[in-house]
């Protein structure tokens, strides 16, 4: 074959990629083309090809960095998010059915829908407190941390929460604020009386975890220890946020990776546990566009 | 996990279709929608980002008629082919009956490929299940693009490489012209529905 034939096949080749969305390979295809014509004395003259191929590659970078770039999700119709409620939702208890769809819609971006889940949601619900906080962590992937306080206040001056509920609430509230940098005037409840112990918060049992540290068990971050705000709990899976700036980090913690120490913050202290990891996504919308979450699984 | 209705006899079953990016899934889909309007009973819903690369997944419900007197429904979904969506690709494989891998035929996808069925056997056991216990089978899609002149991988290297222990039902195809599509489908459904026939004894 012919330097000529060469490139005529490497940039028939392209072409197709590039058609079938393969950007990368035709990208590829494209360089080694002009490589070859750029140390080919016969072909080195066809400046108007050689040019064309350079446009062509341009196009290329720009295409692969909109597709990276191109975080939002598109906006979904009712249609779609009642399938995606329906959808995955597995649970015969009509109430975790419920949760399980809420929570698939937060985890495909549709966090005003969730909200809106959770809210019909704590109408009938055995663990208000818990979907109480996903309904303020909705808020906040929304970037409304005025919707959150607003909420807040109304169940302050309802009659859903007990007095003990709404000042665990109220805690959990400042806390997630403050680990994301968010100064909001939050009306501060009186706590219980002097020497009384207020009374226990029914939360499906579960601990509720504001932020965990992480020691990596491999990789070359070894000792690697970082404070995450937890951003979505159920039950004993936690969903935390991992900067895309952290590139390393990004790269190892993958699905299935162990994590044999995990601090576990929580409003009742410290504790230490491990767990698992069991997926990573990239955030499309909200004040974490662009990280990406990844969900722990702790180990009971 | 298939939903039965004993009251109005109705049985729903979930077939995803994985595999890499770019590799013919969504194709696929559309070619049942368009080719097998009788059987449609909803429209085909797609979620997808720029280059036409499925974001969430695309969904499309079809309807087989009474088998043993069972109203039999299928949900037809595809994953997000690309790596970065692990997370998706794991929801939407909750709940599976039976699946379609749809291979890239193309030789520079012969890696892609390979790590896709990886992550789908990997997604499986997270969910409890076994690739080897799940009806799968498999579709070798873009065969039309050896008649273009492309470098695409011999059947039986791709036998070798995706097939060897699994053994299940394959199918060249080129989804964009129909081809093999309806075998593939037709051969998933069939060992879908053996399998939960065996499984939970639901037409006896």
């Known amino acids: ?300 | 996990m298939a939903i039965f209705n004993a009251q109005e006899r109705v049985i729903e079953c979930k077939i995803v279709f994985y595999g890499p990016g770019r590799g013919g899934k969504t194709t696929n889909l559309e070619y049942i929608y368009k080719a097998g309007r009788k059987y449609t009973t909803g429209e085909m819903l797609s979620i997808d980002t720029k280059g036409d690369r499925t974001l969430f997944f695309d969904f499309l419900p079809i309807g087989l008629g009474k088998v043993k007197g069972w109203e039999v429904k299928m949900q037809l979904f595809t994953v997000p082919g690309q790596v970065k969506y692990a997370s998706t690709r794991k929801m939407v494989l909750k709940g599976v009956d039976g699946l379609v891998f749809v291979a890239d035929s193309l030789e520079i996808r012969r890696k892609a490929n390979i790590l896709s069925l990886k992550d789908l056997q990997d997604n499986l056991k997270e969910e409890g299940k076994s690739i080897f216990k799940t009806p799968v089978v498999l579709q070798y899609n873009k065969r039309d693009l050896e008649e273009e002149g492309l470098p695409i991988m011999p059947v039986e290297m791709m036998e070798k490489d995706l097939n060897t222990r699994l053994k299940v039902p394959s199918f060249a195809g080129s989804a964009l012209k129909g081809t093999g599509v309806g075998p593939t489908l037709k051969r998933c459904m069939e060992l879908t529905l053996k399998h939960l026939r065996k499984d939970l004894d639901w037409a006896e």
């Open chain 1, 1 to 300: 074959m012919t330097e000529q034939e060469k490139v005529k096949a490497l940039l028939k080749e392209a072409s197709v990629y590039k058609n079938q969305g393969l950007f990368t390979q035709a990208k590829e295809k494209f360089s080694n083309a002009l490589e070859i014509m750029s140390q080919s004395g016969a072909l080195q003259s066809n400046e108007a090809l050689i040019a064309d191929i350079e446009e062509k590659l341009r196009e290329l970078n720009t295409t692969l960095k909109e597709i990276e770039d191109d975080t939002q999700p598109p906006e979904l119709s009712d249609d779609v998010q009642e399938l995606i409620k329906k959808s995955f939702a597995f649970s015969k208890d009509r109430e975790a059915a419920a949760i399980e769809g809420a929570m698939a819609l937060a985890k495909f971006g549709q966090f005003d829908k969730a909200s809106k889940e959770f809210n019909e949601i704590l109408e009938y619900t055995r663990l208000p407190v818990m979907i109480a906080k996903n309904i303020i962590r909705c808020h906040l992937n929304t970037s409304s941390p005025e919707k959150a306080v607003e909420q807040f206040k109304g169940w302050a001056g309802g009659d859903r929460f007990s007095r003990e509920e709404i000042l665990h609430l109220e805690e959990f509230l400042q806390g997630v604020m403050e680990s994301r940098g968010i100064a909001l005037d939050i009306p501060l409840m009186e706590g219980p009386a002097a020497g009384t112990q207020g009374e226990a918060i029914q939360e499906d049992d579960e601990l509720d975890i504001s932020s965990v540290n992480i020691r990596l068990e491999s990789g070359s971050e070894k000792e690697w220890i970082e404070d995450f705000p937890v951003e979505f709990q159920s039950g004993n899976t936690i969903s935390v946020i991992v900067p895309v700036s952290n590139k390393e980090l990004v790269r190892i913690m993958r699905h299935g990776m162990r994590l044999p120490v995990v601090q576990c913050f929580s409003s009742i202290g410290f504790i230490l546990g491990s767990g698992t990891v069991t997926g990573k996504t990239k955030v499309l919308q909200g004040p974490n566009q662009g990280n990406f979450m990844v969900d722990i699984r702790l180990d009971d």
